[in-house]
């Protein structure tokens, strides 16, 4: 029997979506799958075979695009929405990410399928509406508008959930949906006690993730520092993720006025999703050190998928001391809090978790176990899947 189609929309390069790359792996085992996004960055995740991937545009960075003036957006943005018209008119459903792509799934909608059910998945949340004068507060102002009359809005985090629905005047709650990593990912072959000896005899600590003042990078180069100034044990800090230039200046300035040119290593940007995985096993504890200099990384507990991540990998963490982590992280044996401000306060994080080894085997063996009974995509996804599927086949 011929598979039902969703249509899925994001305006981004959607293999830098893990969460939207799970939910089309979990999708595509019911449904056939057509993913429509933008030709920018390189391509880095191999999709299901019923998966059939529209790349629209002409190829260029993300950070080409932001650039360009708000009549070339208007035109490429003008183009996305009649190109992906077109590519959806056998789907039986919509499922979008983010407002350019709700809004144009949602002009689908008015123009050729006016019983199409929509469900709206917003990841990102602004401190404050964009004003008129860019394409944004456009868009803001429509999503505004036709943002009721969807089947759900789902959001990854409690308080961005609530921020969003007042900011956009959402009249019923998002259902959460937390960005937790897809089990069949982080199906690993491994002898986990032999893994986690060798974590302990050559300590490493590590970040995944994009690299920017929105992160503690300099405080954690410098509670490096405090740490190898009252310890003779080889420490190593190793950082992967997406880093501008000006931005990577200023951390090799920091690495050489702090003299850890030997101790500290950026390691690029890994494309392939796997292999962040290799360096992130052969870490000892993981930082998701977000700044409170904004909504959008200060509600981030379960929006980050780089905890979980870590814990999929069974790597102790630390986390930001905010009052939401607190809340729902408290209880995590492998979990420690710190100041994402204070290098002081970051270095005791990490002095505790190595204090002892019995007590690090298992928080790494706790943080695996977490991952894999509660903090997995097949868990938080199952009951959205199950009401998708009880929609698509009215």
Sequence with gaps: MTKKKIGMIIYANPDYYPPTVNAVHLLSEHFDIVLIGRNCEPTSVTYPHNVNVHRLGNYSSERVRISLSFNIKLWEYFKFIHQSHGLLQEVDFLYVYEPFAFIAGYLYK????????????????PDNLSPLSSLTGWVQQLEKLWVNKVVEVIQPEKERAIHYQQLIGLKTAPIIV??????????????????????????????????????????????????LANTSTVLQC?????LNKNIGEDLDREVARLDLKNNFSYLGRVTLYQD???????????????????KGTQYTVTSSNKIYEYAACGLPVIVSDF???????????????????????IADAIKD??????????????????????????????????????????
């Design 238 to 242: 190793n950082f992967v993720g997406f």
């Design 323 to 345: 009052p939401n982590y607190r809340e729902f992280l408290e209880n995590e044996s492998w979990i420690r809090f710190a100041n994402p401000d204070d290098p002081q306060s």
């Design 276 to 294: 962040v995985q290799k360096v992130t096993l052969s870490a000892s504890i993981g930082f998701c050190l977000y700044k409170s200099s904004s």
């Design 178 to 227: 937390p960005n937790y990593p897809l089990s069949s990912f982080f199906d690993f072959d491994l002898e986990w006690n032999n893994l986690i000896h060798q974590r302990w005899n050559k300590p490493t600590l590590f970040y995944r993730g994009s690299i920017s003042n929105n992160i503690s990078m300099f405080e954690i180069i410098q509670s490096l520092k405090l740490l």
């Design 353 to 394: 978790i190595l204090s002892n080894f019995e007590d690090y085997q298992k928080m790494c063996l706790a943080a695996r176990q977490a991952f894999e009974e509660r903090f997995n995509y097949e868990t938080v996804f199952t009951p959205l899947l199950n009401k998708i599927i009880s929609l698509v086949e009215k």
């Design 110 to 125: 008015l123009r050729f399928n006016q019983n199409i059910p929509i469900i709206y998945h917003c990841h990102e949340v």
